[in-house]
């Protein structure tokens, strides 16, 4: 009997329930309830999406295209398409320390000095996922061969665009092994994650440090051109105000036809955020240059028109650009000179400080300036097709640095004292160079076309020396290899 009644009473309920469904539907005013439930229940989805790091400096070609702008409309890649032959491109790096501290992102590619290398050849066995992998590191080499990786579910870290897998090198001895995982993204990359962490978040003990290792197939019409992988941002500026605001790590910044004058920067139409990038002498210590540009990686000026494009001042102590600090950076297509008298400087015309990975292209030094470029503390450089003239101390002057590479370059028309100046200079050399019509004053007897300090050295490689005045070539022994030599020796 008590069985009849419940069921009953579960009918009625559903009947009633039933009722004010139809009532609702048939009422005008709530055609809008749908819309809100739905809102509701996205809301109440996105309340559950994972955060990235807060401190995490996502760059724009891992989560979004080249320009900033999001990839929709892109599934995330599936693991049927790892199969092929991947090369390391570079390498994403952030790092979180204690409870205060600015997180800390870097990008390094892997033809940088010292940089690692890497190649992974991926295939499908037997219904398994194999690959030969080689990791050549600063100090160590890593190789796996017919190694499977297994395919977990989830995201190879937190705020990855692909949440749903990620592959690990089995271990079949039970150790960690590599440690990484991979995964690809919606553009196409492999990507290998490390991560190290230690201590709580928020707290003074806390680290965390993630790696990013960034593969592209071998055959990828990206990796003709490896240089332009480091930039994630390229604008195009026509003052130097905009020039300063968009120096950015990993950006290339072309410059409009025109003259961008650093005496009359306007300091007031720097953004806060790019101070940083610009000292003056107060903020250095022992500080004399009027700008310095600090602490800048993977970086581009480039002309947008070669030869349209001039940087000077007219402060004949400093030099036209002064870089510290920096590394990878690349100048290419300026003219860059000193808008003073002949004579009256004593700035170079650029100058490089505690700096790797500098490169000169198809740009044009100018004096008056006492040198064409001065070097100090700074390693691997190239400047190419490029023509340093009209100095008034000399050409180079190269302090403490090594690994210099300059190639099909004309030095003309300089004067007064030793042209190459080199102390504790190491890995100069010089190839396919021109040098033409540089006089040393012969007042300065013990002065010569190159000054060499102990344990320096230098090497010409087919070069030419066409009407160069000098009491002495070298103070020190020097490598000419093929060169030809036409000059006048008092």
Request: proline fraction near 2%; charged fraction near 30%; hydrophobic fraction near 25%.
């Amino acid at each position: 009997m008590k069985k009849n009644v419940l069921i009953k009473r579960i009918l009625c309920s559903l009947l009633s329930v039933i009722l004010s469904l139809c009532l609702l539907a048939g009422c005008g005013g709530s055609k809008n309830e749908p819309e809100k439930e739905a809102a509701a229940a996205e809301e109440s989805a996105s309340e559950k999406e994972p955060v990235p790091d807060s401190g995490a400096e996502k760059p724009a070609d891992e989560t979004t295209g080249k320009d900033g702008e999001k990839e929709a409309g892109k599934k995330t890649g599936s693991a049927d398409d790892i199969e092929g032959k991947w090369e390391m491109a570079y390498t994403l790096s952030h790092s979180e320390y204690g409870s205060d501290s600015e997180p800390y992102d870097s990008c390094t590619m892997a033809d940088d000095p010292y940089s690692a290398s890497s190649e992974l050849n991926i295939e499908k066995k037997d219904g398994k996922i194999i690959a030969d992998f080689l990791y050549d590191g600063y100090e160590s080499t890593l190789k796996y061969l017919g190694t499977e990786l297994i395919k977990k579910d989830g995201a190879a870290y937190e705020g990855c665009e692909n949440k749903d897998w990620y592959l690990e090198f089995s271990d079949p001895f039970e150790k960690e092994g590599e440690g990484k995982k991979y995964t690809l993204l919606n553009d196409g990359k492999l990507i290998g994650v490390s991560i190290s962490t230690d201590g709580k978040k928020g707290t003074d003990d806390y680290y965390y440090y993630r790696n990013i290792d960034v593969y592209l197939r071998k055959d990828a019409p990206e990796m003709e051109n490896k240089e332009e992988l480091r930039y994630f941002e390229t604008v195009t500026v026509s003052s130097l105000e905009e020039l300063i605001n968009n120096m950015d790590n990993n950006k290339k910044v072309i410059l409009k036809s025109g003259t961008y004058n650093f005496s009359k920067l306007d300091k007031r139409r720097i953004d806060d955020d790019h101070k940083k990038h610009l000292l003056g002498a107060d903020e250095i210590e022992n500080g004399y240059i009027t700008y310095t540009i600090s602490d800048l990686s993977n970086f581009c000026i480039e002309a947008e028109k070669d030869g349209k494009v001039l940087i000077c001042t007219e402060e004949a102590y400093d030099p036209v650009m002064y870089f510290r600090y920096s590394n990878n950076l690349t100048l290419r297509g300026l003219t860059c000179g000193h808008e003073v008298e002949p004579g009256y400087c004593s700035g170079s015309v650029i100058g490089f400080d505690g700096s790797s990975g500098i490169k000169v292209d198809k740009c044009s030094l100018y004096g008056c300036g006492t040198y064409g470029i001065e070097f100090h503390d700074t390693d691997h450089v190239e400047v190419k097709d490029s023509e340093i003239y009209e100095c008034t101390y000399g050409l180079l002057d190269i302090y403490n640095s090594s690994e210099m590479n300059f190639k099909n370059c004309t030095f003309r028309d300089s004067k007064d004292m030793s042209m190459i100046c080199v102390q504790n200079g190491s890995g100069i050399g010089f190839e396919d160079c021109t040098f033409k019509n540089n006089r040393i004053n012969p007042d300065y007897t013990n002065t010569c076309f190159v000054d060499l300090s102990e344990y320096s050295d230098v090497t010409f490689t087919k070069c030419l020396f066409e009407d160069n005045q000098y009491n002495q070539f070298s103070n020190r022994k020097v490598t000419q290899k093929n060169c030809t030599v036409n000059d006048t020796t008092d």
